[in-house]
């Protein structure tokens, strides 16, 4: 691996510590963990990822969902976060399935549809048309 400058520190092993307990987490979950602001993990999370420390399970432009990398196991052993068996556990990060519903953008309503559906009464809106009592 070319060398790269990257320098593993103390506040980094917090990070894949927490994604070690979370099992999944995003940056709003380190931010609030680590008490770090979104713009400095923004910068430093893809420099852990990069460094295999960590793995996001999917792209942009859903928020990142990341999980321990190979990297990180000999950091969380040693650190006394995990137990020393994870060493010989495979990681399963690949086996990860989008579990969310795909949701269609909305039907953009025609102008005619859109005055069908509202009715002018005494100044204000009335959804399909219906009158308060």
């Not at 999917?58 to 650190?79: D, F, Q, S, T």
Request: glycine share 4%; with cysteine.
């Amino acid at each position: 691996m070319k060398n790269t400058g990257f320098q593993f520190n103390e506040r980094d092993a917090d990070i894949v510590h927490y994604v070690y307990q979370l099992q999944v987490a995003t940056l709003d979950h380190l931010a609030a963990l680590t008490n770090r602001s979104q713009k400095t993990l923004e910068r430093r999370v893809p420099k852990l990822r990069d460094e295999r420390y960590l793995r996001r399970l999917r792209p942009r432009p859903h928020k990142g969902l990341y999980v321990i990398g190979p990297r990180a196991v000999p950091i969380l052993i040693e650190n006394g976060y995990a137990p020393e068996d994870l060493r010989d556990k495979r990681l399963r990060e690949n086996e990860w399935k989008d579990l969310t519903i795909p949701h269609r953008a909305p039907r953009r309503e025609r102008s005619h549809e859109a005055v069908a559906s509202h009715t002018i009464w005494s100044g204000h809106s009335c959804p399909l048309g219906k009158r308060p009592p």
